[in-house]
């Protein structure tokens, strides 16, 4: 039950228990398993059950946040995300059915291709005036690629990740570019509702524009998309070096060719990204740019033992009802006495500012680019 324990969902009582979930399963395959393995040469079709809802109730299959935790804690390597994710893949691309909430921004992404279903021509308003490079068509790709995301780019309070980490490669004389409106969403939301067709046609449409441009380095703040382009584009033939923008920007730290003042009286607790820190090891820079601008204290659940933000799994654009994730998780975040909650995704960076305004709490919830750059200042 460590998978139970571990749960994000089950923890503010919703239906989902990871282990209830892998147990169901495996009590419906025994069930038919006689009838599935018997020879059917001359015999009428075997008439199975549903797994879903027979098997599974159907809230648990949306109640999971992807966040990975239970995935993490087990110790026969049971992948149980994988499995709630392809039940997930039936009921929306076979049964048409899920979270009537979900629909605007499936719909979205295959109208706009982006889920706050902006026009695309608005992809790059965010850097208006702050002289970045967008990468036209012929043009020769720069060292490295900004992927900026969906979320920055159309978000109020996600832009400002944008903005600063722009201005802090600027800064140190980096060589990148951006894609503007030939920027898509990477398809995300879509695999992880369950649409894998969406994904598929996003990433196919990503992959031969990056390809045609030449990229072979891409920046990414988005640790949704860092792992999407990293970990699921090279199926479609996207080979690319992908780095958080955490990691390029302490190493820049580490060189000297950005110099933070540190401020000795500004409390930080940093806020571990699922898919930064337990989907993809990346638990060092981030502390070492906290490190860099203030005094940093841990949470309890830090670092892949990390405790989610509640947007994971397309729950940014779903109702969660009842005891919610993110105040839970603001509440750890302001027992801790610092006055600023570092996030390093666009995501978290939404959720916790929420749970802060819900809580009524006076902790400031920034990016570290954003820390970064406040402590560098302006020339």
Known sequence: GRCQDACPAFATGKALSPKLVIMGLRDQVFADGAALV???DGEKPIDLTALVPTAVPEQSVWDCVTCGACV???PVSIEHVDHIVDLRRHLVMVESSFPAEAEPMLWDIERSSNPWGKAQSERADWAAGLGVRILE????APEYLYWVGCASSFDERARATAENTAKLLQKAEVDFAILGAREA????PARRMGNEYVFQELAAQNVE????????KIIANCPHCFNTLGNEYPDFGGHYEVIHHTEVLARLVSEGRLKPQRSEGLKVTYHDSCYLARHNDVLASPRALVSAVGEPVEMERSGKQTFCCGA???HMWMEERGDQINDNRVREAAG???GTLA???????????DGVQSAGATMRVADVATLLAEAIGDD
């Open 343 to 353: 996030v390093a995704c666009p995501f978290c960076t939404v959720m916790l500012d």
């Open 185 to 188: 969403c990477t398809g995300d």
């Open 312 to 314: 994971g799994g397309a």
């Open 209 to 216: 524009t990056l390809n045609e441009a030449g990229v072979t």
């Open 137 to 140: 068509p012929g043009e020769t």
């Open 38 to 40: 018997k020879p059917r």
């Open 72 to 74: 993490q804690a087990c």
């Open 336 to 338: 801790t006495g610092a």
